[in-house]
Structure formats: C-alpha cells, structure tokens
C-alpha cells in the first residue's frame, strides 16, 4: 500500500485550526503532513477543485444494535453506511442486548470494529447496571477499556442521588455523563409530543416537561459539584424549555454541553397526523416554536454537537400500530445533506460553523484526538461535493434498516471519499 496521498485544490476547512481556504492535503504515513502549498510529486493525488476537505466527520449518537439485534444493524453495516456519510469515528449507545455494562463488553465493541475496518467505532458505556437506573455500572473497568463516556441511553436516570453518584464517579476517571433527558413520571406511556395533535389523534402525549424537569435537576446536580471533576452532556435536546436551561447553564460557566438531531430541526408533531410510524421518535417531534428554539440555540452558538441518534428498527417492527411501534429513526447516511437544508440553506450556519459542529466540537465532549487536520494527526478526511444535489432513497442505504421519514427528499451536499488513517475507505460511484 502506498503511504503517500496527496489533495489538491480543495477549500480546506478546519475549524479546529482556523482554516478556510484553497490548498492541499499531504498524507504520508497514515498521518497529516503538510496542509497548504505542496510541490511534492506524488504518485496518488486527489483533485479537489470545486470541493471540500474537512476532517472527517464525527456522529458522537449512534445504535448499531450490536450485540442482540444483528438483524437491525451491526457494527460492520453501521460502519460501513457511516464511511459512506463522510463519518470517521462514531460512538455507540450502550443500549443493546446484553447492554454494554462491562470491560468485556466494551472490548467486545472495539474487536469488532477493528474486524469491520471502516471507521474508528467509539462506544459509551451503561451508567447503571441493565439500564435500571438503581446500582451503577462498572464505569471504572469500563473506562480503563476505551469507553469514552457513560449514559442509559433509551432511559433517563430516574434517581437523583444515583445520578449525583455517576457523575462523581465519572469524574474520576475524566470521563462525561451523558443523559437521556426524560422523566418517566411526567412522560408516562406517551408516544408523541403532548398537545393539540397528540389530542386529535388520541396518541398519548409525552409532555415538553418530562424533558425540562430532568434536564433542570441535573443541572442543579452539575453546580454541587467542582466544575473540573465533572462533564455533563444532556442528550438529543427538543423543546424551547430545554435551550433556556442550557443557555442559562452556560451562562453560569457550568461543564454542561449539548447536542441536536436532523429531526428535532426538520420535522414538526405535526408529521404524526397519518400515524406513520417513521415519525416515531423519542425525544418526540415537537412543534414549530420548539423547532425554531433549536435552530437559534445553534446560531447563539450553544449547541455543541450535531448527531444522528441512527436508530435502526425492522420494517416488521415499524409496520406495527403507532402506540406498539419502537421509537427511532435511521439517518446516518442522508445526515449531512439533511443538515445543510436544516442550518447552511437557511443561513444559520455556513461550512466551516456546520462542519466545527460535526467535527471538532464532537470530539472535544468525548475526549479523543480527532476532527482536525493539524500536522501529525491521523488523517481521517471527509471529501465532499457542497453543490451535488441528490434524492434521498432509502432502498441504497447501506443500513440494513429503512425506517427513514425522509425517503424522495431533496438535498444538497454529498461526500465523495472518506479517508480513515490516510487509506481511502469510501468512494462515491
């Protein structure tokens, strides 16, 4: 294998660097080594001209439904449809069966990872034990084994003093917690966002609050602690409440960050109105104030991470009535065109902000060596076409699930290669 590759005339864009500009990229070895004028001859070069080169594109939310599910989605299909979506590394929710509670299971994730050879695959581990939210996990051995964070993704820690014990311990180890914002009390059985349309349908609704009030208590958790022996990271945000809370905790400098999907910026309630089961998600589609909320909060700069929450489910599964149906969408393969309609079309953010949401901020939370293309880093690159225009069809998806609302949606912006480790790992037919 030859160890040089050179890009040319591309508009390089790393935010973590500060650079916006045409140039190239000299990869040798595996590693960044040269970003700007190169006058090397090389015999694989890349033209860029018209593109752009990023660092490769970072989803910290994602289910690969492995182990328990294979029939879903796998670590070597979810891998796969991720270097196809310009994504490099990616992080897996410990949501699986069994669920991802021990140093086995977390080197269990990373073997097969290395086996399916497409992008670096990170995984969470569970905070407590089977998700239950009453004993936690084995966060430590977890953590000594590569886990970059914990959550019971999927579940909320409902008890306030096992949450206030995760995050004590998780500073320990300089790891963050991450939570799925939901107070069971409040959201009961519900399956849709509580109010008008919930009612006209006779859907159970899960109220804005269920979120809210969780994502409050744990932000008063945040403050009893010192600020450098904890990282709190509040899951797929949906509603206006939850913005004015992280506003409010950034304002006071607390270690609290965020993250937004696709869907929680494109889609409203309102998409439930024929029972299609595609729309069922959870945190659920929530109305168009809450939407307009989210797409400011990312103006004002308060959102930290852009992510997929890719969440695969059966077609059998997802032809179920709407109240029996599992939650979730899959996106991981349309993400970046779905996130220039959402934020650069509308002016929201231009490249280089979107591309610091996908890339560098990202990796920050989770505390790895990525999404940049500073001298002697691993040359992971997304090469993307900002003016190709495509129709979302699910029936390419390298997924092995469909379960997309977005099917025969136009958008803009497609990855053309993906390089991990300087070895060209996708390439657009």
Same mark, same amino acid.
């Given at each position: ?8 005339? &591309? ?9 916006? !500009? ?74 699986? !069966? ?38 936690? #996990? ?16 999927? *579940? ?23 939570? *799925? ?13 509580? $109010? ?5 349908? &006779? ?12 994502? +409050? ?77 989210? !797409?400011?909060?990312? #103006? ?9 929450? *890719? ?13 029996? #149906? ?24 231009? +490249? ?8 560098? /901020? ?7 060596? /990525?999404?940049?293309? &500073? ?32 099917? $025969? +949606? ?6 053309? /290669? ?12």
């Amino acid at each position: 294998m030859d160890t040089e590759l050179l890009i040319k005339n &591309g508009r390089v864009i790393d935010p973590a660097n500060d650079i916006d !500009k045409i140039c190239d990229v000299f990869i040798a070895d595996g590693k960044i080594a040269q970003v700007g004028k190169v006058e090397k001859n090389v015999q694989n070069v890349i033209d860029a001209q018209g593109k752009l080169v990023t660092p490769g594109l970072i989803d910290i939310h994602v289910h690969f439904r492995e182990p328990g599910d294979e029939e879903e989605e796998t670590i070597a299909s979810g891998s796969a449809a991720a270097v196809a979506a310009g994504y490099t590394s990616v992080v897996c929710m410990p949501n699986t !069966k069994p669920v991802i509670e021990t140093e086995t299971d977390v080197e269990y994730i990373h073997r097969k990872a290395r086996q399916a050879r497409k992008t670096h695959v990170y995984t969470m581990g569970a905070i407590t034990k089977g998700l239950a939210g009453v004993e936690l #996990a084995e966060m430590g051995f977890m953590s000594q084994a590569g886990a970059v964070g914990f959550t019971d993704d999927g *579940h909320g820690v409902q008890d306030p003093s096992v949450m206030l014990r995760a995050l004590k311990y998780a500073g320990m180890f300089d790891v963050f917690i991450a939570q *799925h914002c939901q107070d069971d009390r409040i959201a009961g059985n519900g399956v849709m966002n509580s $109010g008008y349309y919930s009612t006209i349908l &006779g859907l159970p609704g899960i109220d804005p609050l269920a979120e809210e009030a969780m994502l +409050w208590r744990d932000i008063q958790l945040v403050k009893k602690l010192p600020p450098e022996k904890v990282r709190y990271h509040a899951q797929h945000i949906s509603t206006l409440g939850s913005v004015e809370l992280i506003r409010a905790a950034k304002k006071d400098s607390l270690p609290v960050t965020c993250e937004v999907t696709p869907h929680h910026l494109l889609l409203t309630e309102e998409c439930c109105s024929e029972y299609d089961t595609n729309y069922k998600v959870n945190p659920p589609l929530r109305n168009s104030k809450d939407v307009e909320s989210l !797409k400011q909060a990312i #103006a004002d700069g308060l959102v930290d991470a852009l992510v997929t929450d *890719h969440a695969p489910h059966l077609q059998s599964e997802k032809e179920l009535e709407f109240l029996a #149906a599992p939650f979730g969408i899959v996106s991981l393969e349309c993400a970046l065109g779905l996130f220039v309609k959402a934020l650069v079309e509308p002016g929201i953010l231009d +490249w280089p902000g979107l591309i610091r949401l996908m890339t560098a /901020k990202p990796a920050k939370i989770i505390g790895i060596d /990525k999404g940049t293309l &500073g001298i002697g880093r691993q040359a992971d690159i997304a090469i993307i076409d900002p003016e190709k225009q495509y129709t979302i069809d699910v029936n390419t998806f390298i997924s092995k699930s469909k379960n997309c609302p977005y099917n $025969g +949606w136009e958008v803009q912006g497609k990855v053309e /290669k993906t390089i991990v480790q300087g070895e060209i790992r996708f390439q657009a037919k």
